[in-house]
T-cell receptor
């Protein structure tokens, strides 16, 4: 069966510090991968998606970036965090159908 | 562009029936998802409608009218554990299963 992991689960970082969030998927090959952000009380905003290694599409211009160094690894990064980057970050994958499966999420607080 | 509307909050009584509506406007519509999200947790899949009509799955049913840009999620025999946010999301064709989420409806079930 397929599983999706994210870490860390929670993170508190000062403004201006770098960020690296990691997502890995097990039990499937060549998944589509997605990064979402959910601000408090808001819906999910798609940040990035990837259809293959090294292929990243950005949905919203911002100070975040994403990379896919391996088939089942998706990384979200920032060189300098802003207060507005606080939120719940969710990684998801999809296969041959349209359903997306979400990881447990990372709660990021920028202070 | 895309627009997805859902009520922000709803309340209901344990054992009752509640209907959560979702209206959407999007180009290239392919299908509509409903996800359940408990506070602080990742969304979990409830249903996916592509064709017009009602899809029933246990206590939960989902309806879609493509011509009206309208869907609803029907929850029967409400339980306290059904207190959660319910997210409506539309998917468009394009090969990468992109989902556009509404802001979600927070449902509170009272005894």
């Amino acid at each position: 069966s397929q599983t999706i992991h994210q870490w860390p689960a929670t993170l508190v970082q000062p403004v201006g510090s770098p960020l690296s969030l990691e997502c890995t998927v097990e039990g499937t090959s060549n998944p589509n991968l997605y990064w979402y952000r959910q601000a408090a009380g808001r819906g999910l905003q798609l940040l990035f998606y990837s259809v293959g290694i090294g292929q990243i599409s950005s949905e919203v211009p911002q100070n975040l970036s994403a990379s896919r160094p391996q088939d089942r690894q998706f990384i979200l990064s920032s060189k300098k965090l802003l207060l507005s980057d606080s939120g719940f970050y969710l990684c998801a994958w999809s296969g041959g159908n349209y359903e997306q499966y979400f990881g447990p999420g990372t709660r990021l607080t920028v202070t | 562009g895309q627009n997805i509307d859902q009520p922000t909050e709803m309340t209901a009584t344990e054992g009752a029936i509640v209907q959560i509506n979702c209206t959407y406007q999007t180009s290239g519509f392919n299908g509509l998802f409903w996800y359940q999200q408990h506070a602080g947790e990742a969304p979990t899949f409830l249903s996916y409608n592509v064709l017009d009509g009602l899809e029933e799955k246990g206590r939960f049913s989902s309806f879609l009218s493509r011509s009206k840009g309208y869907s609803y999620l029907l929850l029967k025999e409400l339980q306290m554990k059904d207190s959660a946010s319910y997210l409506c999301a539309v998917t468009r064709g394009g090969g990468y299963n992109k989902l556009i989420f509404g802001a979600g409806t927070r449902l509170a079930v009272h005894p």
